[in-house]
C-alpha cells in the first residue's frame, strides 16, 4: 500500500534499539544471549507468591498516579538507611513504570526547547532520544579510557549558559564504571553557583563489586537538593519485564516530574507495587546482590583468563567489557554480528553508545546468566583465536 508523504520524523536517525537487534539475531541463530540485560533465571517464589496474594485480595485497579503509600514508605526508609537522607514519600517519591519511562519523563519535565544537556559517552540509549524530543541539545563529554573514568576538566568546559541538566549514571551502562566520592566532590565544585539539574541514572545501585560502595548523589546533600535519582526494581530483583521504578528528587523537582508521569503512565501495576514494599522488608535480597553478581562476573572472566580477549573487570551492573582487539580488526558492529552467527554468542557492540560511533574494538556482554548458560558461553569464546 502506497501512503501520502505527510510525515516528518522527530527522530530522523534513530532505528531499533542495538539491544532489539541483537536479540532478534541472537533467536534467530540460537545463539547465547549475553546482549540484553537481562537473567535468564527467575525471580525469587517468594516474590511470586506476594504478586499472587495481592491478586487474590483484589489490589488489581488503579492505583494512586505517584505510587501506592506502602512502597513509598519502604523506599523512603531503605534510602534512608543507605545513604543517610530522608525523602518524603507523600511529595519526593514516586512510582514509574521501569527506569526508562522515569527518564523521558524527567528530561521532558525538566527538558526546555533550547538546553543543553551534558551527557558522558559511552551512553545508555535512551538518553538522547529523549533531549531531542524535549527540544533540548545533547552535549557530549567521552569517559577516558580504559578505565572509563570522567575527564571533568573537559566536562566543565562544556558548560554554558544554555546548560539545564547533567545525565550521571554509576554504575555505569555499558562500561561497569563507578562514581568515587572524589568525583562527586569534583561535580559538586563545578556545578555550585549554577542551575544545573542532575539526572542520576542508579538502577544498578546495588550490583556493585570488590569492596567499593555505591556514591549515590543523595548522599551530597548539595547535589541533592538539585537532582532527580532513578533506580529500578527490574534490575534489583531479577524481574525486568515488570517494568518497575521509581525516582526521588525535591518538591519542587518531583512536582514537575509528576505533571508528566501522570499523562505518560498514570499509574504502575498495582498489585505488584504491594508485593514489592511487602518484600523490600527483607533487607538482604538487595544488600548481597553485588556478592551475587560478583561470583558471576569472576566465573566469566576467570573462564575468558586464557583467551586473546583483553578484560577490563566490571566495578559494577551485570556488564562485562571484553577488548578483542587482539583477535580481529574488525569493526565492533561487524565483528558482533559475526560472533552471533559464526560462535553462538550475542553481545553488544560498544561503538554504538557513542553518538560519533567510535570504535574501540570493545564488546558489551551481560553476565546474569545461570552458571551452565555462562560455561556454555565461555567455552564457544574460547574457540576464537
Known amino acids: 500500500m502506497k501512503y501520502p508523504n505527510i510525515l516528518a520524523s522527530k527522530l530522523p536517525n534513530i532505528g531499533t534499539t542495538i539491544f532489539a537487534v541483537m536479540s532478534n539475531m541472537a533467536d534467530e ?24 496474594k495481592y491478586m487474590k485480595k483484589g489490589y488489581n485497579q488503579y492505583a494512586p498516579i505517584e505510587g501506592i503509600m506502602p512502597l513509598r514508605e519502604a523506599i523512603s526508609k531503605k534510602t534512608e538507611e543507605l545513604y543517610s537522607v530522608k525523602y518524603n514519600p507523600e511529595t519526593e517519591i514516586t512510582i514509574t513504570g521501569g527506569a526508562t519511562e522515569a527518564i523521558n519523563a524527567a528530561i521532558t519535565s525538566l527538558v526546555q526547547e533550547g538546553d543543553e544537556v551534558l551527557v558522558l559517552e559511552p551512553a545508555y540509549d535512551c538518553y538522547v532520544p529523549a533531549i531531542k524530543l524535549a527540544g533540548g541539545q545533547p552535549i557530549f563529554t567521552p569517559l577516558k579510557e580504559p578505565s572509563y573514568r570522567i575527564d571533568w576538566d573537559e566536562l566543565q568546559k562544556n558548560i554554558t549558559p544554555q546548560t539545564k541538566m547533567i545525565i550521571l549514571n554509576s554504575p555505569q551502562n555499558p562500561t561497569g564504571a563507578i562514581f568515587s566520592a572524589e568525583d562527586l566532590q569534583k561535580l559538586n565544585k563545578i556545578i555550585t553557583g549554577t542551575n544545573i539539574i542532575i539526572l542520576s541514572d542508579e538502577v544498578y545501585e546495588h550490583i556493585i563489586f570488590d569492596g567499593y560502595e555505591h556514591q549515590s548523589i543523595a548522599r551530597y546533600p548539595k547535589l541533592a537538593e538539585r537532582s532527580i535519582i532513578i533506580s529500578s526494581f527490574g534490575k534489583t530483583f531479577h524481574v525486568t519485564g515488570w517494568r518497575l521504578g521509581y525516582c526521588i528528587a525535591p518538591e519542587n523537582i518531583m512536582k514537575e516530574f509528576r505533571k508528566v508521569h501522570q499523562f505518560s503512565m498514570y499509574t504502575v501495576n498495582t498489585p505488584i507495587q504491594y508485593a514489592v ?5 527483607d ?45 580481529s580488526d574488525e569493526k565492533d558492529t561487524v565483528f558482533a554480528e559475526r560472533l ?40 564457544k569464546l574460547l574457540k576464537l583465536k
Open 29 to 52: 541463530y540460537n545463539a547465547i544471549n549475553m546482549s540484553r540485560g537481562f537473567p535468564d533465571f527467575n525471580c525469587s517464589d517468594k516474590l511470586i507468591s506476594l504478586v499472587n
Open 340 to 379: 552471533t552467527k559464526e560462535y553462538g554468542v550475542a553481545s553488544i557492540p560498544v561503538s554504538v553508545f557513542y553518538h560519533d560511533k567510535i570504535d574501540n574494538k570493545v564488546l558489551r556482554f551481560c553476565f546474569a546468566k545461570k552458571t551452565e548458560t555462562i560455561e556454555k558461553a565461555v567455552e
Open 283 to 327: 533487607k538482604e535480597e538487595y544488600l548481597n546482590l553485588g556478592k551475587f553478581f560478583q561470583q558471576k562476573r569472576d566465573f566469566f572472566n576467570t573462564g575468558l583468563k586464557d583467551s586473546k580477549f583483553i578484560i577490563r573487570p566490571s566495578l559494577g551492573t551485570y556488564f562485562q567489557l571484553l577488548d578483542y582487539s587482539k583477535i
Open 277 to 281: 514494599a511487602e518484600y523490600l522488608n
